[in-house]
């Protein structure tokens, strides 16, 4: 099963950027899409953005397209959420997860998840 570590989140102004990161283990990094979804105190857990295992095609929720741009670096296992034109309602942590199948390329839900990091917080002040 792939681990996944997140970093790189923090307070920023809005407006502001902040790039999160997600590293995995294991060598079927390749091989699954990946996604970043938040939860806000209070919300449920919600989809954010996702990249195909090949990273040919992206998703993104339309609360952050033009906004967020997810991208990923296979030879790092690493995948990067670039938040730009941050809002106050951005914040939340984030989850960095993996899909459940190798060589899909869909957009995920929560019950396509096969792994989930443990979370970084990203706050926005006003």
């Known amino acids: 099963q792939v681990q996944l570590v997140e970093s790189g989140g923090g307070l920023v102004q809005a407006g502001g950027s902040l790039r999160v990161s997600c590293a995995a283990s294991g060598r079927t990094f390749s091989t699954y899409t990946m996604g970043w979804f938040r939860q806000a105190p209070g919300k449920e857990r919600e989809f954010v953005a996702a990249i195909s295992w090949s990273g040919g095609s992206t998703f993104y929720a339309d609360s952050v397209k033009g906004r967020f741009t997810i991208s990923r670096d296979n030879a790092k296992n690493t995948v990067y959420l670039q938040m730009n034109s941050l809002k106050p309602e951005d914040t939340a942590v984030y989850y960095c997860?993996?899909?459940?199948?190798?060589?899909?390329?869909?957009?995920?839900?929560?019950?396509?998840?096969?792994?989930w990091g443990q979370g970084t917080q990203v706050t926005v002040s006003s």
């Open positions: 997860a993996t899909d459940g199948r190798r060589y899909a390329s869909r957009r995920l839900e929560i019950a396509d998840v096969g792994s």
